[in-house]
């Protein structure tokens, strides 16, 4: 089955503690994108990267961070200086920035 | 920067009905614009996908029409049914500069469909 899956689909996080979400990808894509989904405001972006080794941040990219050593796998790690992390986490990929984007299921991350 | 309003922000229509819903966006300077579904705690479903040199798109009963000059999408749902209620939400990818590729979304119109 070809797709985009994350995991967990739900994490809950003590205050102070990093946690990473995972994302993985088997479409053959070379970019991959990081959202962040609150109640009434949307979808904003985090981090992207167009290919392997490359990720440029996003409009909110304070409080997380990225890597992407392999094409497949974007995972993005929610750092204790994120102010306010609770919210629905959504990744996306794309064979290239300019083509359809398809998204995973999402990981909603509570903060105790 | 880019900006994209989605109206209304909640619609809810007897079964049957065709409907509209409304996308604007405030920089004509896109690449495409993109129709999705999302429903309850799930993530995006692409619908429709409109090149911005072409005028409209159409798959089974939804049609998405572009006008990039007044800034504007539409997606024409025809025959609406119960299952098409969920969260629509249209996007606009940008076409250059240092935002380029990035997609710009809107709130999202809710759609219920009574029977």
């Known amino acids: 089955d070809g797709g985009i899956t994350q995991s967990p689909k739900y994490l809950f996080r003590k205050e102070g503690q990093n946690v990473t979400l995972s994302c993985e990808q088997n479409l053959n894509h070379d970019a991959m994108y990081w959202y962040r989904q609150d109640p009434g405001q949307g979808l904003r972006l985090i981090y992207y990267?167009?290919?392997?080794?490359?990720?440029q941040k996003g409009d909110i990219a304070e409080g997380y961070s990225v890597s992407r050593e392999k094409k497949e796998s974007f995972p993005l790690t929610v750092t204790s200086a994120q102010k306010n992390p609770t919210a629905f986490y959504l990744c996306a990929s794309s064979i290239s920035v300019y083509n359809e984007q398809f998204f995973g299921p999402g990981t909603r991350l509570t903060v105790l | 920067k880019q900006e994209v309003t989605q109206i209304p922000a909640a619609l809810s229509v007897p079964e049957g009905e065709n409907l509209v819903l409304n996308c604007s966006f405030t920089d004509s300077a896109i690449y495409n614009l993109q129709w999705f579904r999302q429903d309850p705690g799930k993530g995006l479903t692409s619908l429709l996908l409109i090149q911005s040199s072409q005028r409209e798109q159409t798959s089974g009963r939804l049609n998405a029409s572009l006008d990039k000059s007044s800034g504007r999408s539409t997606l024409y749902i025809a025959a609406s049914q119960p299952g098409d209620s969920a969260t629509y939400l249209c996007?606009?990818?940008?076409?250059?500069?240092?935002?380029?590729?990035?997609?710009?979304f809107g709130q999202g119109t809710i759609l219920t469909v009574h029977p």
């Open positions: 990267s167009q290919i392997v080794n490359d990720f």
């Open positions: 996007a606009a990818q940008h076409a250059g500069g240092t935002s380029y590729g990035k997609l710009t």
